[in-house]
């Protein structure tokens, strides 16, 4: 992966936009002191995020995949500092976002990054009227001259995402869906932002209206130059808009490549599985293989290599060990099989 | 103005009071008896508690369609002072009015602040501020009110006491009501906090005191509303006992609970109408803003609609 | 599978005939199914999908009966193998959900009740429907829970729902719905709320199933990917009517409605990559705010004049049928420009 010069900074990273390393968090669900003393309960401590490396380039879009309960809305809270992580690090063009600066170095490198949401109807303020929740970052950050400057700019982002200036009096239930959605994209530009984490911001829309937010995004990310980390577990959007993909089980990280190369040749095991679940809207009639079991509970995860008990390739070391990140073909895959070369790597196709 | 007017005679709630006719009553009661308490310096025939306009000897006269000895200046009768009581029950009734509107205000200012709190900071202030309320809780709100009643007549002069009497009663009534609207403030900010438009200011890096001010507390207030209005009935119910009991307002500003008790000496020698005018006053207000309360209810609940 | 979508020879299982479903509300009646008509044929699985407010739930809710008041059925009629069963009374409606008629909704959660078993509830719906002892009824709630996968089935048939995963609960809604024998199944969103690698066992499970027992099916989602996998025809609904209804391979790729081909081409397919998506500008109209003749023309980039103020019903076009006017001998008129953008 990475060569670590001797005194930490490796003259790559700087190159890198975005960097995370190591990244974990934990969430102690524990039962309140007095029941685990009183039933002898042990502590239950979920390792939503647990160890993972990631790099983005400036202009990428990286996207996370996988299923309920994987840890990837966390990583994406994680990065625009939600929560604080257990362990691990967040470089930010250069600069490590957990290391204690001032609050108006921190103001300056939180301006750069923005988050969009997944549910249009609770990311903005009911109360608010959508003139205010897109000037907000701007006021926040000091962005405006005076209020003729703010209006502008607000005008000029509501624009941005194709709606009206005069858009900026009505409040957000006045709005549909996908409405409100460019709106919370244009609340995220508004700081003139340059990353922006993207939680499933299409998963709660109807698809002719996912078709337009797609489109938008695209469109802002080449005019913009803007660099986006898309979480998701629709696959079929994902391999629309990725430059890269990583997917994730249980907190950590099986696999990540170039996107290409990720659904052409899929390495590991529960990567296949994913791809398979992609329904054949080509009608191409192409072959499917069962899928088995269920995603365990991230409170009891197994031991090794979490996917063990649904793998059709397990051996013992799969039970006991658990496999590191090995790079591959452009990408890296943490899987004992494919590092063993017990399988083969077989190219898919998706049209006849 | 006439937008906002506009808006608000068009909405699903003006329609939903227009349609229950309990409530425009209710509403209509309510709103004639406020306005005709607080107009009462020019509205009522007398002034009952100016020393100079009574006489002893308009004393313990009836009401005048009961018996042949009462006068139409005195429509309600009047009491053992020769105070009319029509015009007591005006001035009382906006004295009680007042009394249980304040007191509202203080619970509700104190309950919003701290059930904010409360909820947004979480953590062990959460936790002491919830046990100060439980506490509270297995007290009788009158029992508390009592209480701090009691604590200041015993540290101030009975004289001063009655200067400041309704400050006192207002605190004390206010301080035994704001657990509630803590709790559902409190309740409404765990559900606000976690939706993605504060997490949203929150990465903005708006401080927590802006957040809970600016984007929770405009989303909270609804309940408060509905807890208020029914609170309005219960705080006038309070001051009232408290005053019956003779703790509360003295005599010299008497409420709708100091006539009642001041009457409630002469019924058993059959000058009922002191005591039985108040009394059906304070119910009747009791009962409209209750009413009132009832239908804000239900009309601001979205599960109903 | 013959490829027309009204079936020869055999009478229809359901056939639906006009139906209207209104609610009145203070500000008027608002239409939220208009004049809508198909038939599924016995064992066919027709889909039904739209986007939110096309009015396929509620179509599907009219069809069982649960149509929670204000709205009802205003016109049309709803048959069952040839008799009618949109006008019967609550109790007639009990006896035929269930033992004529299976459901399955979005939310396994709230689909079980959370007090009772699993087993008792499948032998309680048993019982309810078929003459059967109890013992008898056990036997075949374990029959049930054996053939949609669940697991230790003799011991988890006493288990509560709780104690199921997400996907094993669906399972056991698919087993309650079945367990009375039903010919006809709605399902309404079925995999909706469940993970994708889930999704796919239960569309496969469902699928399985119907074939095996030999009931229809009628699919009511948004997922155009579930219908392609599940469905024998589709109709494709928009703003409370049928806008196509097809062999669901015909309609999915080569539509006959505009809708349809542009709700395809908003679909990211693993075929094609990094191109533009098809987008249609605008959104569903509100149920307030239909436009006059075709619903769909505001958006439509082929409207002509005609589609302005005649309303267009289903005729023939492709393998299938569409409401659209470029499907009929005189046209749509003169093109509009200037689309109007919602």
């Given at each position: 992966m990475l060569d670590i010069a001797p005194d930490g900074q490796s003259p790559q990273r700087s190159r890198q936009f975005v960097h995370i390393e190591g990244l974990k968090r934990y969430f102690d669900v524990s039962a309140p002191w007095l029941v685990r003393m009183l039933e002898r309960r042990p502590r239950q401590i979920v390792q939503a995020v647990d160890g993972?490396?990631?790099?983005?380039?400036?202009?990428?879009?990286?996207?996370?995949?996988?299923?309920s309960g994987c840890g990837k809305s966390t990583v994406a809270r994680l990065v625009v500092g939600l929560y604080p992580p257990t362990a691990g690090s967040i470089h930010f063009d250069g600069h490590d976002m957990s290391g204690r600066r001032s609050g108006a170095d921190n103001a300056a490198l939180r301006r750069r990054m923005q988050m969009i949401f997944q549910d249009p109807f609770a990311s903005l303020n009911p109360r608010w009227r959508v003139f205010d929740i897109v000037a907000e970052p701007i006021r926040a950050f000091g962005l405006a001259k005076d209020k003729a400057d703010l209006e502008e700019q607000v005008g000029e982002r509501l624009r941005q995402v194709r709606l009206a200036p005069a858009d900026g009096v009505k409040y957000p239930h006045e709005f549909s869906g996908g409405q409100r959605q460019r709106i919370s994209i244009a609340r995220a530009l508004a700081s003139q932002s340059e990353f922006l984490v993207c939680d499933e911001p299409t998963s709660a829309l109807d698809v002719s209206v996912q078709a337009q937010i797609l489109n938008l995004m695209m469109d802002l990310q080449r005019r913009l130059q803007l660099t986006y980390l898309f979480i998701s577990h629709n696959l079929a959007v994902v391999y629309h808009i990725s430059t890269r993909v990583g997917v994730m089980y249980l907190g950590r990280l099986v696999e990540q490549a170039p996107t290409d190369t990720l659904f052409k040749r899929p390495k590991h095991p529960y990567t296949r599985m994913l791809l398979d679940t992609i329904p054949d809207l080509d009608m191409s009639g192409r072959q499917r293989s069962p899928v088995a079991g269920e995603v365990p509970s991230p409170i009891n995860p197994p031991s090794g290599?979490?996917?063990?008990?649904?793998?059709?390739?397990?051996?013992?070391?799969?039970?006991?060990?658990?496999p590191k990140p090995v790079a591959i073909e452009g990408g890296s895959v943490a899987c004992h099989a494919i590092e063993e070369k017990r399988i083969p790597i077989e190219e898919r196709s998706y049209t006849r | 103005m006439s937008a906002w007017l506009h808006r608000l005679t068009d909405s699903d709630i003006w329609w939903s009071f227009k349609s229950s006719w309990l409530t425009v009553v209710a509403a209509v009661a309510t709103l004639f008896i406020i306005l005709v308490s607080f107009l009462s310096p020019i509205l009522a025939p007398h002034t009952p508690f100016d020393p100079a306009t009574i006489s002893l000897s308009d004393g313990l006269k009836p009401p005048v369609l009961v018996s042949a000895d009462g006068e139409w200046t005195f429509p309600l009768g009047t009491d053992d002072q020769g105070r009319d009581v029509l015009s007591s029950i005006m001035y009382g009734t906006r004295l009680s009015l007042i009394v249980g509107l304040a007191s509202v205000v203080v619970a509700m200012i104190m309950g919003i602040a701290l059930g904010l709190i409360s909820g947004y900071v979480g953590g062990t202030t959460d936790a002491v501020i919830m046990r100060i309320a439980d506490v509270q809780l297995t007290f009788p709100a009158i029992l508390v009110a009592l209480l701090i009643d009691g604590i200041v007549r015993g540290l101030i002069s009975v004289k001063q006491h009655d200067e400041i009497a309704v400050f006192v009663i207002v605190g004390a009534i206010g301080l035994s009501f704001w657990v509630q609207y803590a709790r559902t403030v409190?309740?409404?900010?765990?559900?606000?906090?976690?939706?993605?438009?504060?997490?949203?200011?929150?990465?903005?890096?708006?401080s927590p005191m802006l957040i809970m001010v600016r984007h929770v507390l405009p989303n909270v207030t609804g309940p408060v509303l509905v807890i208020a209005t029914l609170n309005l009935g219960l705080a006038i119910i309070s001051e009232a006992t408290l005053s019956f009991l003779g703790v509360g307002l003295p005599s010299t500003q008497p409420s709708l609970g100091t006539l009642i008790r001041i009457g409630n000496e002469l019924l058993q020698s059959g000058e009922w109408w002191i005591t039985v005018f108040p009394g059906i006053t304070l119910a009747a207000l009791v009962l409209a803003v209750n009413l009132l309360g009832d239908w804000l209810r239900d009309a601001l609940n979205p599960k109903l609609r | 599978m013959p490829p027309l979508d009204k079936l020869g020879n055999n009478p229809p299982l359901l056939e639906v005939k006009n139906l209207r479903v209104e609610f009145p509300t203070r500000r008027g009646t608002l239409l939220a199914v208009d004049d809508v008509s198909?038939?599924?044929?016995?064992?066919?699985?027709?889909?039904?999908?739209?986007?939110?407010?096309?009015?396929?739930?509620?179509?599907?809710?009219?069809?069982?009966?649960?149509?929670?008041?204000p709205g009802r059925i205003a016109a049309g009629e709803i048959?069952?193998?040839?008799?009618?069963?949109?006008?019967?009374?609550?109790?007639?409606?009990?006896?035929?959900?269930?033992?004529?008629?299976?459901?399955?909704f979005q939310d396994p959660l709230t689909s079980l009740n959370p007090l009772?078993?699993?087993?008792?509830?499948?032998?309680?719906?048993?019982?309810?429907?078929?003459?059967?002892?109890?013992?008898?009824?056990?036997?075949?709630?374990?029959?049930?829970?054996?053939?949609?996968?669940?697991?230790?089935?003799?011991?988890?048939?006493?288990?509560?729902?709780h104690q199921f995963s997400g996907g094993m609960r669906q399972r056991v809604v698919?087993?309650?719905?079945?367990?009375?024998?039903?010919?006809?199944?709605?399902?309404?969103?079925?995999?909706?709320?469940?993970?994708?690698?889930?999704?796919?066992?239960?569309?496969?499970?469902?699928?399985?199933?119907?074939?095996?027992?030999?009931?229809?099916?009628?699919?009511?989602?948004?997922?155009?990917?579930?219908?392609?996998?599940?469905?024998?025809?589709?109709?494709?609904?928009?703003?409370?009517?049928i806008a196509e209804i097809g062999p669901v391979r015909e309609v999915i790729k080569n539509a006959q409605h505009p809708y349809t081909r542009g709700l395809m081409g908003s679909i990211p397919s693993l075929g094609h990559r990094g191109e533009r998506l098809t987008q249609i500008d605008g959104s569903m109209p509100r149920l307030t705010e239909i436009p006059k003749g075709c619903a769909f023309n505001p958006r439509c980039p082929q409207r002509g004049e005609r589609c302005l103020v005649e309303r267009p019903d289903l005729m023939p076009a492709g393998s299938g049928r569409a409401a659209c006017w470029l499907h009929d001998a005189r046209g749509v008129g003169a093109p509009v420009k200037d689309l109007a953008h919602a």
């Open positions: 993972i490396d990631i790099e983005i380039a400036k202009g990428e879009t990286f996207s996370l995949v996988g299923e290599c979490t996917f063990h008990p649904r793998c059709p390739f397990a051996n013992e070391r799969c039970k006991a060990e658990r | 409190r309740g409404s900010v765990l559900v606000e906090k976690n939706k993605e438009y504060v997490q949203a200011a929150r990465v903005i890096g708006l | 198909f038939d599924i044929a016995p064992g066919e699985v027709l889909g039904v999908v739209g986007e939110s407010g096309a009015g396929k739930s509620l179509t599907g809710n009219a069809i069982i009966g649960l149509l929670e008041p048959r069952l193998e040839g008799r009618r069963i949109d006008n019967l009374p609550y109790e007639e409606m009990r006896k035929v959900r269930g033992a004529r008629i299976g459901a399955i009772y078993s699993v087993g008792r509830q499948l032998i309680e719906t048993i019982q309810t429907h078929m003459p059967v002892s109890a013992s008898q009824a056990r036997q075949r709630a374990l029959e049930l829970l054996k053939e949609v996968g669940i697991p230790g089935a003799e011991h988890r048939i006493d288990h509560y729902p698919i087993a309650l719905a079945l367990c009375a024998g039903p010919r006809l199944i709605v399902a309404d969103e079925p995999t909706t709320a469940l993970d994708v690698s889930i999704q796919a066992q239960i569309i496969a499970l469902l699928k399985r199933l119907c074939r095996e027992h030999g009931t229809a099916v009628m699919l009511v989602t948004h997922d155009m990917g579930v219908i392609a996998e599940t469905a024998d025809r589709v109709a494709v609904m928009y703003a409370g009517r």
